[in-house]
């Protein structure tokens, strides 16, 4: 079971909840306390794995490959204060080494960034305020404002990366045929294996509670490879020399997220993924973690693992709601 746990994070239960009744529990998942860190003495956390190497390596190193990097895809769990913690140290040392670079968000959607960009960002309480104007479920005062405010420092353009929800229902509902130019070149130059889709429709159904038929899945494993083929093209669109992204960690996995489509238009070397991953208890077995992800290995060039988050088990709750009298009601 905690496994299971762990995988919902690559998307991020609480914004795929997109259907039917489960969109009653959006609301519930905005708006649920932080729960605490745990795992805090788990001999894994804080190291640093590099997978092409199959060691680990110290700061150092790992500091080396981040200022070499032009794109630079830094995937978390969405409610994990150390990914954020981490991710702000990043920021923080590009700029103290002169690196000039934009920071992309996938919290952010096209129509907050076009909002953005016509009002000189002065604090982070104003760039929330006009977040907000659009109804989220991102809570960006408990969880971003750190991170926000060390981008604001460092006065690094602060970009989208995420269409907004009507939009990209719009582009996704005919199928892939009838997909803009431009994305539809980008999938077809890029197709998932079928054993690459089999691992994202099990995926999106375990993060759904195993409540989705295949008809729904299907349509959000296309809603998935449009953003991240989104996120790449504007990505390479993007003039800064340093391109940092901030989004889950499932965004970043290179075999099927936004590194897929990337390399269809850059060099392998320009890109580097680090995938924050909580440790589970008592595996230490580094290449046992794969498994959390689909994968037969791991699917980012760094591990950066962390300690775990204590979560409720949002399908538990939403199954309960369903046990009363009305359930066993004949359809």
């Excluded at 409610?79 to 954020?84: A, E, F, G, I």
């Excluded at 996938?106 to 960009?117: K, P, R, T, V």
């Excluded at 420092?153 to 929800?165: E, F, S, V, W």
């Amino acid at each position: 079971m905690i496994h299971k746990i762990v995988r919902y994070g690559q998307f991020g239960f609480c914004r795929l909840l997109l259907t039917g009744s489960l969109l009653l529990w959006l609301a519930a998942c905005a708006s649920s306390p932080s729960p605490r860190l745990t795992q805090l003495e788990h001999p894994l956390v804080g190291r640093i794995w590099d997978v092409q190497a199959g060691k680990f390596i110290d700061q150092a190193a790992l500091d080396r490959k981040i200022l070499a990097a032009e794109y630079l895809l830094l995937g978390e769990r969405h409610d994990n204060p150390v990914h954020h913690s981490h991710q702000t140290q990043i920021v923080r040392q590009l700029q103290q080494a002169g690196r000039q670079a934009s920071v992309a968000f996938e919290m952010i959607d096209d129509q907050q960034g076009n909002l953005l960009a016509r009002h000189p960002i002065t604090s982070v309480e104003q760039m929330i305020a006009i977040l907000e104007q659009f109804r989220n479920h991102w809570d960006y005062e408990q969880r971003y404002k750190g991170l926000f405010t060390e981008v604001i420092a460092t006065g690094y353009p602060i970009m989208p990366a995420n269409l907004n929800r009507e939009r990209l229902k719009q582009i996704t509902q005919h199928g892939e045929d009838k997909l803009p130019k431009a994305y539809k070149t980008m999938l077809q130059q890029a197709p998932l294996a079928e054993a690459q889709k089999k691992s994202l429709q099990q995926e999106i159904k375990q993060s759904h509670c195993n409540m989705l038929g295949d008809e729904a899945s299907n349509k959000m494993i296309l809603a998935q490879r449009v953003r991240d083929a989104v996120i790449a093209h504007s990505l390479t669109r993007n003039r800064a020399p340093v391109k940092v992204l901030i989004a889950g960690a499932g965004h970043v996995r290179k075999d099927r997220g936004v590194p897929l489509y990337l390399a269809k238009q850059v060099k392998a070397n320009r890109v580097l993924t680090i995938g924050f991953t909580e440790v589970v208890a008592g595996e230490t077995d580094v290449t046992h973690y794969a498994e959390q992800w689909g994968a037969e290995s791991l699917p980012f060039d760094i591990v950066w693992f962390t300690p775990q988050m204590e979560r409720r088990d949002f399908c538990a709750d939403f199954k309960a709601m369903h046990k009363g009298p009305a359930a066993t009601t004949p359809p």
